[in-house]
């Protein structure tokens, strides 16, 4: 796709219109192609067509119908796809990266950010930080922390910031990702006494797949809540399956429900002890002393609960593939009660 292709695909769905073009003096096959000269805007009644620039070439444009809405778009649109490249240059670097993360910024704008600040080439991830007050301070204690001029600190909005991580050649991805989301967690508590809710996105290779790493990241944290995740920080990764039940149409989820539930197995979804205890004798690798520990409950009274279960699902949650099954149960519910 060439960059004006991803601009007109950008600009159509921004407005809702569906925008083709064509270079002047040529003749496609795949567009409609006005037979006329006409010097702004005509139509054929059926297309509304337009004369714009892009680089310095003339082009024809081309907008599916021919009401006011229409042509009032082919009276707009000159001017603001002659100035994409002029506005993508006036912005700050911090606005020029929000734009970018959010999927806003054409290739040309990505290209221009990269090659300005020197980070062509370099993989990167991005950390999604929700934080209740103190943003200015949060920032300033994140650019304190960076580990080199590329990273750099963008706030999304009065309480989410993102940072944006560039790696080293010898970074672990994973690990490194993760245990730097954490260490800004822990020097957030530590420094201005925040609790911050930490989203980790995936490594990507290159600043322009970065919109990608902050959508997972935002997951992450969207996931943890819905799912009450234990901890501040979070990765995408830990939530694979629930992104790949959460992708089924509800319909197939509550088939799966009907044929794999009965109503003892529903009650036990309205008993919010037991399944506080189901859920983290699972987060606790199925371990039975480890569970009796962190809930602070004597060792025969959870597995009186853990008996309880079995006979209200048929699923031995004590056994690995037991465990699964009831997992995915529980996460198809939590998806359809969301």
């Known amino acids: 796709m060439t960059e004006l292709e991803k601009i007109i695909q950008e600009t159509s769905e921004k407005i809702g219109a569906s925008i083709s073009f064509y270079a002047e003096n040529t003749k496609p096959k795949d567009v409609p192609v006005c037979d006329k000269q006409f010097d702004d805007i005509t139509d054929d009644g059926s297309h509304t067509f337009f004369r714009f620039t892009y680089k310095n070439a003339g082009y024809i444009g081309v907008l599916v119908g021919t009401s006011q809405t229409e042509r009032s778009f082919a009276a707009l649109l000159p001017a603001y796809l002659e100035s994409v490249k002029d506005r993508e240059t006036e912005l700050s670097k911090t606005e020029h990266l929000k734009r970018i993360l959010l999927g806003e910024c054409s290739s040309l704008g990505v290209y221009k950010y990269t090659t300005k600040y020197a980070v062509r080439g370099a993989a990167c991830f991005a950390i999604v930080l929700k934080i209740p007050k103190l943003m200015d301070e949060t920032l300033s204690v994140i650019e304190q922390y960076s580990g080199n001029s590329l990273d750099t600190a963008v706030q999304m909005n009065e309480d989410t910031c993102v940072f944006v991580k560039f790696l080293d050649k010898t970074d672990n991805e994973y690990q490194s990702a993760f245990d730097y989301a954490e ?156």
């Open 183 to 338: 260490f800004l967690a822990q020097s957030l508590k530590e420094e201005l006494g925040l609790n911050a809710i930490v989203g980790v996105g995936s490594t990507v290779h290159e600043l322009k797949d970065i919109a990608d790493s902050y959508t997972r990241a935002e997951n992450a944290i969207r996931y943890a809540d819905v799912f009450e995740a234990k901890g501040n920080v979070h990765s995408y990764r830990e939530f694979i399956l629930v992104k790949a039940l959460e992708e089924m149409p509800e319909s197939k989820l509550e088939k799966y429900m009907s044929e794999f539930t009965d109503e003892n197995f529903k009650e036990l979804f309205e008993d919010e002890e037991m399944l506080l205890t189901a859920e983290e004798f699972l987060q606790s690798s199925l371990n039975v002393s480890e569970t009796s520990r962190n809930l602070y409950m004597h060792r025969n009274t959870l597995l009186y609960r853990l008996d309880k279960i079995e006979k209200a699902t048929g699923l031995n949650i004590r056994s690995f593939s037991d465990a699964v099954s009831f997992r995915v149960l529980t996460l198809i519910h939590k998806l359809l009660g969301k």
